[in-house]
């Protein structure tokens, strides 16, 4: 049954960790592989190299939809039940482009499908990260973890995609993920109050990068 949420950074137990790992887990039925977020283009146009990559993961946690995605999270965790449909229009109001709205509804529909019929949940179609964030509070996770763990599998998917699209390697791809992995905790804490009033975005490249991929031809990657 739903539980009430714990502070943001309360300890988790071993049941909420098992249940989080399995939210994030790449077998979760949500299709994070068939998604790139712009970044099939970027690599297709030589924006983003080998060399590069690492900073441009950084600048989209940073400054575009990492941090974005964190704040939506912790509103959804902190929102009563009737304000969630305005956080969920937020976060497709804010996605850049029309594959972008593809990518955060589609994994945002079946999250909420799988984890309402596992868990027993009342968790309707939502935004990815809303989804995630309002099927936390409802299981009583502590919001911290739940940012920090998200941001990790959106980064690794994310490393999984460069190496289908660039000569990156397992390790590669693997080093650049820990080496992101300290920035984190700070996106967490900073995005924590979850105010839609502080949402932003400047990481403008990528945004035109997901709207260019709609006609790329060839391209592996719904978006």
């Known amino acids: 049954m739903p539980t009430a949420p714990r502070p943001s950074t309360a300890p988790m137990t071993d049941l909420d960790l098992l249940t989080l790992a399995q939210w994030i887990s790449p077998a979760y039925p949500v299709g994070a592989f068939a998604y790139s977020h712009g970044l099939e283009d970027a690599a297709a146009e030589g924006i983003v190299t080998p060399d590069s990559l690492q900073d441009w993961l950084a600048d989209l946690l940073e400054f575009g939809a990492g941090q974005v995605e964190a704040r939506l999270i912790a509103a959804a965790w902190h929102a009563d039940p009737g304000v969630i449909p305005v956080i969920d229009a937020t976060a497709r109001a804010l996605a850049g482009s029309r594959e972008r709205l593809i990518e955060t509804e589609r994994q945002g529909a079946a999250f909420a499908r799988i984890t309402g019929a596992v868990w027993d949940l009342d968790l309707p179609p939502l935004a990815y990260p809303v989804a995630l964030g309002r099927a936390a509070a409802l299981r009583g996770l502590p919001l911290a973890p739940v940012q920090m763990l998200h941001l990790q599998a959106w980064l ?38 979850g105010a839609l009033s502080a949402l932003s975005s400047c990481a403008f490249l990528s945004d035109i990068a997901a709207m260019r991929h709609e006609t790329l031809q060839p391209r592996i990657f719904a978006t």
């Open 156 to 193: 690794a998917n994310l490393a999984a995609a460069a190496q289908r699209l660039m000569p990156l390697g397992q390790t590669g791809a693997q080093r650049i993920v820990a080496a992101l992995a300290p920035r984190l905790p700070g996106i967490a804490a900073a995005t924590g109050d």
